[in-house]
């Protein structure tokens, strides 16, 4: 049996969805026009108001009978991060390129001094020997994702990323080092036109990897993953690099339509 079939769909909660759209698109409204502007039957709908004005949802104007939503909605809105919006967008393009390439995938971004994993296909994948990756982090200095968001960003905020990286590294490393090594693979990853990490974060994995940007910010990185005994990074580019870069120019087309304020990092400007 399909998944979509296992449980019946609850209609008096999509009409009742339907009727909040309604109100988003018409603002104050009668219940008259609320069901002819959703087809909704005027009892039901009638219905829907009652039980959304009473659990606080919809407030009723008395002056005259019209409903609109309350506070309560701006609260669901500004629960929902900029982060998650992108990550919706990303999980189905990362899907398809599962598709095509067969090797898992991570989206990360930087946070807290180090990479975070945001999604990834590894639990669909039948080249993955690891699971569970969303929450997982990485060095940002020694993952491919992590110079692919590096090569990325403009001049300005380098010194910020080495400042919050620097705090988690392990002892001995200090931020000259950092620095030495990130401005050798920055300009590596942007004469390749890619980020490659061998051995970086885990001794048999190698991996490439391109940022994902929305206009003028650097979000993160999407990765392709594989074991450093199948291929190397240069052949791995060879064979998926395209894929790569197409599943990334579909994210950012859809990203450019999302109104993401002033997250990620600021974008290089040659």
Not at 7 to 32: F, H, K, M, N, Q
Not at 132 to 154: C, D, Q, W
Not at 188 to 203: D, I, Q, V
Request: charged content about 25%; overall charge neutral; proline content about 5%.
């Amino acid at each position: 049996m399909p998944e979509t079939d296992i449980y019946p769909r609850v209609r008096a909660l999509e009409r009742g969805l339907e009727l909040i759209g309604a109100l988003s698109d018409l603002g104050w409204a009668t219940p008259g026009e609320l069901a002819k502007y959703t087809g909704i039957h005027r009892a039901t709908v009638y219905r829907l108001l009652f039980t959304l004005e009473q659990a606080g949802y919809v407030y009723l104007r008395s002056g005259d009978g019209r409903y609109f939503l309350t506070k309560h909605f701006r609260r669901f809105a500004d629960s929902v991060k900029d982060e998650d919006w992108v990550v919706q967008v990303i999980g189905p393009y990362m899907g398809r390129l599962l598709a095509q390439v067969q090797w898992p995938s991570d989206f990360a971004t930087f946070t807290s001094g180090h990479l975070e994993i945001r999604e990834s296909t590894h639990r669909f994948s039948p080249m993955s020997v690891n699971r569970a990756m969303v929450g997982k982090t990485r060095p940002l200095l020694r993952s491919a994702m992590g110079i692919a968001i590096l090569s990325e960003v403009a001049d300005e905020s380098l010194e910020q990323m080495l400042d919050l990286a620097s705090l988690v590294q392990p002892d001995g490393v200090s931020k000259d080092d950092m620095r030495h090594e990130l401005l050798q693979r920055r300009i590596e990853a942007r004469r390749l036109g890619y980020a490659e990490s061998s051995g970086g974060t885990e001794p048999n994995i190698s991996a490439i990897a391109y940022p994902v940007c929305w206009r003028n910010r650097v979000l993160g990185a999407i990765n392709i993953i594989f074991f450093r005994s199948a291929m190397t990074p240069a052949k791995a580019a060879e064979r998926y690099l395209d894929a790569l870069h197409k599943c990334v120019r579909d994210i950012e087309s859809e990203l450019d339509s999302l109104p993401l304020g002033e997250y990620g990092w600021p974008r290089y400007k040659p």
